[in-house]
């Protein structure tokens, strides 16, 4: 039930996105323009989504790790994938206090799962086999693909108010029939905004999705619920220091690796810490 209506809101929200572009589309850039559009943001994305493992771990300073060097974290890692039916996946370590663990890669067979010097400072193993099982489901659930779609979609509307914004201030493109001053400003203001609003609920209904499906494979919902309330009070006293490197990997992390004062909570990438803990203790039986 609950990866049902998980997958459910991630598609209507995917549907409410494309529909958005072709409004957007419609208005500023006609046929041609939301051509153009999908073709640089299909081009941009595309590389990001190949190149996603290989980015993130280069962000992070993360560097791979065997069984030699970590044989329980492999031990772990091998049972629960084991568990779910996938490849072992490469795990790397990123030489960071602040707690976090994030999965990427562009599928089972080539993913990776990298986590912080911090989080296995903090975590026991229970509970550090809970966010194992998270970031597992990520991959399992072709998170990485679901992300890097909405990504590309989000960035078509930034293309397409590119394109009426250069046509507007040189001239082309302005027959009757082309969208008014007005309709590019309200466009260019409301556009970006609601495709990000979209884009922040589309990877908060995939991390409740991990949620679920991490605590089904371990059978212990509320290790992971443990292991959130730890990495959140832990990483407010230790925030990763954001970055133009950091930023990116940051929507990947199992928790907001930031402080997260000043993030208004409707762009915000990950969902309410204490909401998803009361879930999880929903999942064992347990009401909090």
Same mark, same amino acid.
Request: proline share 5%; hydrophobic share 45%.
């Given at each position: 039930?609950?990866?049902?209506?998980?997958?459910? =809101?991630?598609?209507?929200?995917?549907?409410?996105?494309?529909?958005?572009?072709?409004? #957007?589309?419609?208005?500023?850039?006609? %046929?041609?323009?939301?051509?153009?559009?999908?073709? #640089?943001?299909?081009? /941009?994305?595309?590389? &990001?989504?190949?190149?996603?493992?290989?980015?993130?771990?280069?962000?992070?300073?993360?560097?791979?790790?065997?069984?030699?060097?970590?044989?329980?974290?492999?031990?772990?890692?091998?049972?629960?994938?084991? %568990? =779910?039916?996938?490849?072992?996946?490469? /795990?790397?370590? &990123?030489?960071?206090?602040?707690?976090?663990?994030?999965?990427?890669?562009?599928?089972?067979? !080539?993913?990776?799962?990298?986590?912080?010097?911090?989080?296995?400072?903090?975590?026991?193993?229970?509970?550090?086999?809970?966010?194992?099982?998270?970031?597992?489901?990520? #991959?399992?659930?072709?998170?990485? /693909?679901?992300?890097?779609?909405?990504?590309?979609?989000? &960035?078509?509307?930034?293309?397409?108010?590119?394109?009426?914004?250069?046509?507007?201030?040189?001239?082309?493109?302005?027959?009757?029939?082309? $969208?008014?001053?007005?309709?590019?400003?309200?466009?260019?203001?409301?556009?970006?905004?609601?495709?990000?609003?979209?884009?922040?609920?589309?990877?908060?209904?995939?991390?409740?999705?991990?949620?679920?499906?991490?605590?089904?494979? %371990?059978?212990?919902?509320?290790?992971?619920?443990?292991?959130?309330? =730890?990495?959140?009070? #832990?990483?407010?006293?230790?925030?990763?220091?954001?970055?133009?490197?950091?930023?990116?990997?940051?929507?990947?992390?199992?928790? !907001? $690796?930031?402080?997260? =004062?000043?993030?208004?909570?409707?762009?915000?990438?990950?969902?309410? %810490?204490?909401?998803?803990?009361?879930?999880?203790?929903?999942?064992?039986?347990?009401?909090?």
């Amino acid at each position: 039930m609950h990866r049902l209506r998980n997958g459910l =809101k991630t598609a209507v929200l995917l549907g409410g996105l494309s529909a958005l572009i072709l409004l #957007v589309g419609q208005v500023l850039g006609g %046929t041609v323009g939301l051509l153009l559009a999908a073709v #640089v943001a299909l081009g /941009l994305n595309g590389v &990001s989504y190949f190149y996603s493992d290989r980015l993130a771990i280069r962000a992070m300073r993360a560097e791979e790790i065997g069984p030699n060097r970590a044989p329980r974290l492999h031990a772990i890692v091998a049972e629960l994938a084991a %568990t =779910k039916g996938m490849p072992m996946p490469r /795990l790397y370590l &990123s030489p960071t206090d602040s707690p976090n663990a994030f999965a990427t890669g562009r599928n089972p067979s !080539n993913a990776a799962v990298c986590v912080t010097s911090g989080i296995l400072e903090i975590l026991d193993e229970r509970e550090l086999r809970g966010v194992l099982g998270h970031e597992l489901s990520h #991959v399992g659930n072709r998170d990485i /693909l679901i992300s890097s779609v909405a990504a590309g979609l989000a &960035s078509m509307v930034m293309i397409l108010v590119n394109i009426a914004q250069l046509g507007a201030l040189f001239g082309f493109g302005g027959d009757e029939d082309g $969208p008014s001053f007005f309709e590019i400003i309200l466009m260019a203001v409301l556009g970006p905004v609601a495709a990000g609003l979209i884009q922040a609920a589309i990877s908060r209904s995939r991390e409740y999705a991990a949620d679920a499906s991490g605590a089904e494979a %371990t059978g212990d919902p509320l290790a992971l619920a443990s292991a959130l309330d =730890k990495i959140e009070r #832990v990483a407010q006293g230790r925030p990763l220091p954001e970055s133009s490197e950091t930023a990116p990997v940051s929507s990947l992390m199992i928790a !907001n $690796p930031f402080s997260g =004062k000043t993030m208004m909570r409707l762009f915000s990438t990950h969902p309410d %810490t204490r909401d998803r803990i009361a879930r999880l203790h929903s999942m064992s039986g347990e009401q909090r």
